[in-house]
């Protein structure tokens, strides 16, 4: 097996660089799923071009649906196939495997999906029992990849989702909630503790932009507007605001300054808001409607406590970053981590703890001590087939110099440009 160890370089002074993101995955495979309910052709442009959306578009083509990718720009006509049997591979793609089972839903022919033993490992049991109950027939793995589906699903109002474990759930069951011909739903209630609220809110955005209106009605449900279904449209996919916590919080660290092109405050994604966690340690940020720079302080702050229910992506960049700051960091709101591409909360806490950095867990919080420079050991860092533990703990690699990950393809999941856009701010 060839070695894919990568020691990351260290930064050893101040930068001022522009950086074009990728475009946003959660957006895209969002408009991507609507794509397969839609007549004629889409076009979304500032596509990302990695694993994730590759995934999604090689499913949609297996469901019969044209695909023509130029760039950054997908060419996408629908609708799909509803009655061919089919078998999908979603890869490491958790979102795109979520939007893919309640896309089977609507099909007649039988769905197998199945993905990356990483994707195995994460349930979908909510997502399944809805379904169950609304008329699919439905055989997996106790919940988990790989499993098969068949159709289609009953109109029933309401549906009710757990939204404890994950958001995706609940976008999964809003995007086919229009159905095909005739909508399966009018209202969505969530029961359980919902987390990530921000990226249900990203799913009734990209709905909006489609002609289809959905709104929260109370705290925990969500009523669609009858309507006729997605409508067909040019639509342009900002930039990552998740990928932007790397060089941002890399710019703070080293007194730099990054500007982001393509990301700017008119942003519905949910972790824009972690600039002002990075404001509130210092840092000045500047942003217009498209465009957005971070400049980092002379010296950071120390944080209260933070809670990062509402932004659980940007959270590991936030874990990475809090034994480099000069007092003990106590984060919490970390319970839906456990379900991630790994264990984002106890998987970085053993990392860290190698390295000689003093950690404590609870189910939900996190709190890590700071630790000297030269006290923090030389490992190779276990990415657990993880992109974001990989480009999180570049935070700590560019201080050290002394940090090897065992895997640096792993950022194509969702950035393969990551470790050009990182020389960049290495000068």
Request: charged content about 20%; glycine content about 8%; overall charge neutral.
């Given at each position: 097996?060839?070695?894919?160890?990568?020691?990351?370089?260290?930064?050893?002074?101040?930068?001022?660089e522009?950086?074009?993101?990728?475009?946003?995955?959660?957006?895209?495979?969002?408009?991507?799923?609507?794509?397969?309910?839609?007549?004629?052709?889409?076009?979304?442009?500032?596509?990302?071009?990695?694993?994730?959306?590759?995934?999604?578009?090689?499913?949609?083509?297996?469901?019969?649906?044209?695909?023509?990718?130029?760039?950054?720009?997908?060419?996408?006509?629908?609708?799909?196939?509803?009655?061919?049997?089919?078998?999908?591979?979603a890869?490491?793609?958790?979102?795109?495997?979520?939007?893919?089972?309640?896309?089977?839903?609507?099909?007649?022919?039988?769905?197998?999906?199945?993905?990356?033993?990483?994707?195995?490992?994460?349930?979908?049991?909510?997502?399944?029992?809805?379904?169950?109950?609304?008329?699919?027939?439905?055989?997996?793995?106790?919940?988990?990849?790989?499993?098969?589906?068949?159709?289609?699903?009953?109109?029933?109002?309401?549906?009710?989702?757990d939204?404890?474990?994950?958001?995706?759930?609940?976008?999964?069951?809003?995007?086919?909630?229009?159905?095909?011909?005739?909508?399966?739903?009018?209202?969505?209630?969530?029961?359980?503790e919902?987390?990530?609220?921000?990226?249900?809110?990203?799913?009734?955005?990209?709905?909006?932009?489609?002609?289809?209106?959905?709104?929260?009605?109370?705290?925990?449900?969500?009523?669609?507007?009858?309507?006729?279904?997605?409508?067909?449209?040019?639509?342009?996919?900002?930039?990552?605001?998740?990928?932007?916590?790397?060089?941002?919080?890399?710019?703070?660290l080293?007194?730099?300054?990054?500007?982001?092109?393509?990301?700017?405050?008119?942003?519905q994604?949910?972790?824009?808001?972690?600039?002002?966690?990075?404001?509130?340690?210092?840092?000045k940020?500047?942003?217009?409607?498209?465009?957005?720079?971070?400049?980092?302080?002379?010296?950071?702050?120390?944080?209260?406590?933070?809670?990062?229910?509402?932004?659980?992506?940007?959270?590991?960049?936030?874990?990475a970053?809090?034994?480099?700051?000069?007092?003990?960091?106590?984060?919490?709101?970390?319970?839906?981590?456990?379900?991630?591409?790994?264990?984002?909360?106890?998987?970085?806490?053993a990392?860290?703890?190698?390295?000689?950095?003093?950690?404590?867990?609870?189910?939900e919080?996190?709190?890590?001590?700071?630790?000297?420079?030269?006290?923090i050991?030389e490992?190779?860092?276990?990415?657990?087939h993880?992109?974001?533990?990989?480009?999180?703990?570049?935070?700590?690699?560019?201080?050290?110099?002394?940090?090897?990950?065992?895997?640096?393809?792993?950022?194509d999941?969702?950035?393969?440009?990551?470790?050009?856009?990182?020389?960049?701010?290495?000068?």
């Open positions: 097996m060839q070695d894919n160890h990568y020691l990351i370089p260290k930064i050893t002074k101040p930068f001022d522009a950086i074009e993101l990728p475009g946003s995955k959660s957006i895209a495979l969002r408009q991507m799923g609507m794509c397969a309910m839609s007549k004629g052709k889409s076009v979304l442009h500032g596509i990302p071009i990695c694993d994730d959306s590759l995934a999604m578009a090689s499913c949609l083509e297996k469901l019969g649906l044209s695909i023509n990718i130029t760039d950054t720009v997908i060419e996408i006509t629908g609708p799909m196939n509803l009655a061919d049997p089919v078998t999908l591979d890869r490491m793609s958790g979102a795109s495997a979520r939007i893919l089972i309640a896309l089977a839903a609507l099909r007649s022919g039988i769905t197998h999906i199945d993905g990356h033993k990483s994707l195995r490992a994460r349930t979908n049991q909510p997502l399944l029992d809805v379904l169950e109950k609304a008329g699919c027939q439905i055989e997996s793995s106790n919940g988990h990849l790989p499993l098969s589906i068949r159709g289609p699903i009953k109109r029933v109002s309401p549906l009710t989702i939204g404890s474990i994950s958001s995706q759930y609940v976008t999964a069951l809003l995007i086919i909630s229009v159905g095909l011909g005739s909508p399966i739903t009018d209202r969505i209630v969530i029961h359980g919902l987390v990530s609220k921000p990226y249900i809110d990203i799913t009734l955005n990209e709905m909006q932009k489609r002609g289809i209106h959905a709104n929260w009605e109370a705290n925990q449900t969500i009523r669609i507007d009858r309507q006729a279904g997605y409508q067909n449209k040019e639509i342009q996919v900002e930039g990552d605001a998740t990928a932007a916590t790397y060089a941002a919080t890399l710019a703070c080293h007194q730099g300054k990054v500007a982001f092109t393509n990301l700017g405050n008119s942003s994604q949910g972790d824009y808001q972690y600039l002002e966690i990075l404001k509130s340690l210092g840092a940020v500047v942003s217009t409607e498209s465009s957005t720079t971070i400049e980092g302080p002379e010296q950071l702050k120390i944080p209260e406590p933070i809670d990062m229910k509402s932004m659980p992506d940007a959270a590991l960049t936030l874990i970053l809090a034994p480099l700051l000069g007092g003990e960091t106590t984060i919490s709101g970390l319970s839906s981590l456990h379900h991630k591409e790994c264990d984002r909360l106890e998987c970085p806490a990392e860290m703890s190698k390295m000689g950095i003093a950690v404590e867990t609870t189910h919080t996190i709190t890590i001590q700071p630790v000297a420079l030269d006290r050991k490992v190779t860092l276990s990415t657990y993880d992109h974001r533990m990989a480009m999180a703990f570049s935070l700590i690699g560019s201080v050290t110099g002394r940090l090897t990950i065992d895997a640096q393809n792993v950022v999941k969702t950035y393969p440009s990551f470790w050009n856009d990182y020389q960049k701010l290495c000068g």
